[in-house]
């Protein structure tokens, strides 16, 4: 199991730190990516952290140089750390594991709320 956390309201320009914590097995044993869903939007892959090798690790286009992906293995976390927030960024943000699900996980993950205002 995954749960996010640390979503929040902020202004443009400002940041913000996701965590995506594990349960029930290690995070360095599988790819990890966090996923946005803007309302009325598509669920689309913004970071994906390669931990087993397989050179997919991923950044998407509008979020290089802003976000970076970073893990602490002792606390079995994935972080999304999110720099100079843009209103475009805006949405829930949620975590999975690959190989992804069949169902998309913003159809069924818990996400975390990112707020940008201008």
């Known amino acids: 199991q995954l749960v996010e956390s640390g979503g929040g309201s902020v202004q443009a320009g400002g940041s913000l730190r996701l965590s995506c914590t594990a349960s029930?097995?290690?995070?360095?044993?599988?790819?990890v990516g966090w996923y946005r869903e803007a309302p009325g939007n598509e669920c689309v892959l913004v970071s994906r952290?390669?931990?087993?090798?397989?050179?997919?690790?991923y950044l998407l286009d509008s979020v290089k140089g802003r976000f970076t992906v970073s893990q602490d293995n002792a606390k079995n976390t994935v972080y999304l750390q999110m720099n100079n927030l843009k209103p475009e960024d805006t949405g829930v943000y949620y975590c999975?594991?690959?190989?992804?699900?069949?169902?998309?996980?913003?159809?069924w993950g818990q996400g975390t709320q990112v707020t940008v205002s201008s």
């Open positions: 999975a594991t690959f190989p992804e699900e069949p169902v998309p996980v913003c159809d």
């Open positions: 952290s390669d931990n087993t090798g397989n050179g997919r690790a």
């Open positions: 029930g097995f290690r995070v360095e044993q599988f790819d």
